[in-house]
């Protein structure tokens, strides 16, 4: 499992490890801080959550394509065969870049630890039995399958201040692409896996997320999918002849997005090349993912008032990190809200201000970083 955390200023990506889905993942820790709540699910996920499970192994398999076909109404997407990759997710109606795809409420939430195993059978074994037998229809990538194998191949980084990663019914439906149209992000306040669209996406288009962090070059993607997930990726980045362009493109956003993580200097010239570069990068590569760029906008943003150039020339970057970060966890969530207070007023933002910045959000999310990615090495060694 990865997880991706932007948290030096917006959320960012790391890859995480012991378990499974490597998951494009946006910040799950509001870099504002705040105690996570638990809330109830509103009745529409309660239900898709439900709807997918009913039924053993196959049945419920069976079960969750004939219930999501039925629901297309609510839901944007069905469950079914796409040819060499399993069950996935295809798109019944177009989905605007933004829009909400699935949240959903994991039965099976993981903290790392020795005893993970012991841990998620434990879970395992107090939930409702059709709720057992949907998770036991999950695929594993290894026979006979397990409750271990099925988490490793479907479990996706939930980073929080409580959490490591989770397992859900839904969301494990979701197949892999290195050019996806979907964004994956844990909200901890809500306490849901959610998926956006991070670009319009016609009806009958697969729905897909990236399990990886972007910026990993076609042989050390190719090598993590055969290793870790058995399969070949067949995606259209994967599928140029040349991997050249792409790998070079990529190994460049991953250096920029490690400078981007040392923090914010007041250099604005350099802070905001560095944020069209990262743009123009993804958008040569194909890479819509809108935390990712969000994440670009602040830091230019931030760059430019630390600077003390005037509001004017910060204002475009907090309106498009608002408008991206939107774009990948939703119009409530916390961390939007409080952009959107830098819109209204973008010399509330500490960069403006006399005071010192406070560094402490921003030094542990470098540490975290580098803690995730060794962790994250040391998982595919
Ligand atoms: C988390 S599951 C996704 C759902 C799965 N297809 C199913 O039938 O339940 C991960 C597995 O899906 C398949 N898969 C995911 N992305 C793929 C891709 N881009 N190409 C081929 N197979 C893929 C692989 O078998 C992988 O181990």
Redesign the pocket.
Known sequence: MLQMQWQSALPTTVPWAPC??ATLHPSTRSWLGGKPKVLDPPDGCRALTIAACWGAARAARAHAVARLAGRAAQSPFEIRD?P?????AVAVRDLAEGELVIEERPPITFVDAPNWEEKIQKQFETLPKKTQEALMS??D?EEPKTLTGIFN??SIGCYSESLDGSLCVLV??????CVPNCEQFWDDEMFRQKLFACKDIKKGEEL?FS?LEPFLPYTQREEI?RRR???????PACQEQSHDASDQRRRRLGELVRQLNRGVSPDADAGTSLAKELLQLCDEEGLALQGFRAQASYHAFQCLLLARRPAEEALPWIHLARSQLQKSRGADHPDVRVLRGYEEQPLSHPAATDEQIDWSSIVPAAVLLTGAACFFLKGQG
Not at 172 to 177: A, L, M, P
């Open positions: 499974s889905v796409v060499g990759k399993g069950l996935g999950l695929h990538t191949t479907n494990s439906r979701f197949n892999h692409s897909c399990y999918f997930y058995a399969f070949q990726c067949h995606c």
